[in-house]
């Protein structure tokens, strides 16, 4: 037997880590379903990365915005961060000998959640602000923090971080891989999502757009603090989303990915912008495996005037049963 | 001659690649002076960036704030943002016949801007709000393009976005090398910063703070537009920076640079942090090449209280005649 070059070694294993595996290994969207949801994407990132093409566009201006509650991750049967409000009512009431007979804490208190919201947004922005305000930043932060390593999801008895969508996951790593920056555009509180984004989407804290509230800069003992005050600063959901976006990013996003009527104002304002877009609603339509809701919900409205304008805007609308072969990553366990 | 073999020179050429071709070429830092401001920055680098180091910080950690107007910027005679509104209410004089008589514009318009600016900030608020509100978000994006680059500084005789301190430009260059992700943290309006910082200081819109007014998202003629109203939404000035910094980055940094009185709190917040930390600020005392000026100054106050801060805390001060070997880089044409 010859004596093998190093040289004829070093080619050999070039080759073969050109050569693909399988298939499988070379699809970066695994869990979507061949068809017209995938297609538009694939589509979409290969003309404004492809050097030379009418439609490139340079990485700076590679920018892609998701809304997170029902789009990256679950939001029935409540707003995760709603259910976070819930718990943490709970937590504070022996500190709180007055909520027993205050509404909509005494409904809470007493498990009836349905009556403590009837109440509607006012009862809501009580129940936010004793749980979101009245403590600084960095304590906000480690609740945030404590909640979300032990809390779990009433039906999938999951963490709530595992109740993400794991089609969104590889697309949000697909479009970074071609070179995007990905933001979260969210009416969800922007201090709630940043202390687990990086490790869940891969979305470090810059690059989270939330509403907020406003905050008082202090010395307490010495120590500079940032007070959460219980007075609103930013809604970010509807108009509000292009302004968040507006401040934040200073950029018109090229790419939006929304599933409610709040978010037609976010796709709106990416597909005012010249050269080419990609606007695309999730539907939520599988009872089976997530929730099948739309018009008729409260949670993530999805209105029929909303799918007029998808229609009309060529908005593409994804199918959470036909063109998501998994949902969530656990199910494969 | 035995004929070179290719290896050989592949082999040469690298070693030539690593050969440096003289030492000013390995200094990031050329326009810095050997020194104590100097050493402070590039042993800073050193700790957080060596791996095993205790004071090793993780790339996603390594967030600088920087200050713009008096930082990385000049800003006398006046804020140049302020210079840019003068330019604007001249040319927007013809529409206006009523501020011949209408102070603060009639002394404007006569040239007097010392009478103009006696009415103090409500004064100036009001040459603010009719040069920088009732317009698109894009509209205005255009006006500050254009003015940025036809204006020139009346001591310097040069465009604006030559006017910026070329130590400084190497210090970003040098952070980023390193890992750091570059912020500006500015009083100056946030849209008056951002269609010029990627050119001049690599630095993208989105990683820009700023003041802001208000916006209102609308539909004009089909097509959606983000308006400025004549009303402030933050002002992104002294406790107001640390307020910034958290709502736009949501980490606390790791190095801050400012020169006035409106960066203490961005200095203490970052100091707050722990591990390793720098605070700088720039002192402006070189009267021939720039300007000189300080605890008596209107604009870009540093005032005495803020040189006992520094020195309690032992912030690193800036002496722009005595760190800086070179101030701008047309100071060498």
Redesign the interface.
């Known amino acids: 037997m010859k004596p093998v070059k190093p040289l004829a070694l070093l080619a050999l294993s070039l080759a073969f880590l050109a050569f693909p595996k399988n298939a499988q290994a070379d699809d970066p969207l695994p869990s979507w379903s061949d068809g017209g949801a995938k297609q538009s994407i694939v589509d979409f990132v290969g003309k404004v990365t492809k050097s030379g093409s009418p439609d490139f566009l340079p990485p700076?201006e590679r920018i892609a915005t998701f809304d997170n509650d029902g789009t990256l991750w679950c939001e029935q049967p409540l707003y995760f961060q709603l259910l976070f409000a819930l718990d943490r009512v709970k937590m504070l009431a022996p500190q709180h000998p007055e909520w027993k007979t205050k509404e909509p804490f005494a409904s809470l208190l007493k498990g009836d959640v349905k009556s403590a919201l009837a109440g509607g947004e006012p009862a809501i922005a009580k129940i936010v602000m004793v749980t979101h305000a009245g403590m600084t930043?960095a304590e906000f932060e480690q609740i945030v923090k404590d909640w979300i390593a032990t809390a779990k999801h009433p039906k999938f008895k999951r963490p709530y971080t595992e109740c993400v969508y794991q089609p969104m996951i590889e697309l949000l790593a697909y479009l970074r891989a071609n070179g995007f920056?990905t933001f979260i555009v969210s009416g969800g509180g922007?201090?709630f999502m940043?202390p687990w984004t990086?490790k869940v989407y891969g979305i470090?804290?810059?690059?989270?757009v939330g509403s907020?509230v406003k905050?008082?800069?202090?010395m307490r003992d010495g120590?500079?603090v940032?007070m959460r005050l219980p007075e609103v600063?930013f809604i970010d959901d509807k108009?509000?989303k292009?302004?968040g976006i507006?401040?934040?990013?200073?950029?018109r996003p090229v790419a939006a990915f929304g599933n409610s009527d709040g978010d037609q104002?976010m796709l709106?304002?990416t597909q005012?912008g010249s050269g080419a877009r990609l606007m695309m609603l999730v539907h939520h339509d599988d009872a089976v495996r997530e929730f099948a809701y739309g018009a008729e919900s409260k949670i993530g409205t999805f209105s029929d005037a909303l799918m007029t304008e998808a229609k009309k805007n060529s908005w593409t609308v994804i199918s959470m049963k036909d063109d998501w072969k998994t949902i969530f990553a656990f199910e494969k366990n």
């Open positions: 700076e930043t920056k922007i201090e940043r990086e470090p804290p810059e690059q989270v907020s905050m008082k800069y202090e120590k500079p940032l600063n108009t509000g292009p302004v507006n401040e934040h990013i200073g950029r104002q709106e304002w005012a």
